[in-house]
């Protein structure tokens, strides 16, 4: 089962990132929470690993519909997107919104889950231009 929606970049970490809120933004999702998973193991283990941020991004119409199909549904969210440096290139990954409907098993979280691959596709494909 794929569980992620991927785009490789030839631009560099922080454009990325950069480029990467813009088209989320666009697409009605704000940044809810930000991890610097490079940072944090640096810091916590003295461990070295390329560039990795994980963005906890949010579109509250969204998220509001899946809380109301399913008050469970908050362990699934906000909605991952990972920047990641993958040698030369730079990976941007979401969390495949569908993932919300194959673990659940319900129904009403189809139109959600449509909606926000509709809208995280548009972001990604915003990225490659």
């Known amino acids: ?12 970490f922080d454009d990325t990132v950069t480029a990467v809120r813009e088209a989320l933004a666009d697409q009605g999702f704000g940044i809810l929470t930000e991890i610097d998973v490079t940072a944090t193991l640096k810091a916590r283990l003295g461990h070295e690993m390329e560039d990795y941020l994980i963005l906890g991004a949010c579109n509250p119409p969204l998220a509001r519909q899946a809380l109301e199909a399913d008050r469970n549904i908050g362990l699934l969210l906000p909605c991952n997107v990972v920047v ?8 941007v990954q979401a969390l495949d919104p569908s993932t919300m ?7 009403a979280l189809e139109p959600v889950a449509t909606e926000a691959t509709q809208r995280l596709d548009a972001a990604l494909n915003a990225l490659t231009g």
Request: proline share 4%; hydrophobic share 35%; glycine share 14%.
């Open 101 to 107: 409907v194959t673990l659940t098993g319900l129904p």
């Open 84 to 91: 990641r440096r993958d040698g030369d290139a730079t990976l």
């Open 1 to 12: 089962m794929t569980y992620d929606r991927t785009v490789r970049l030839a631009g560099g």
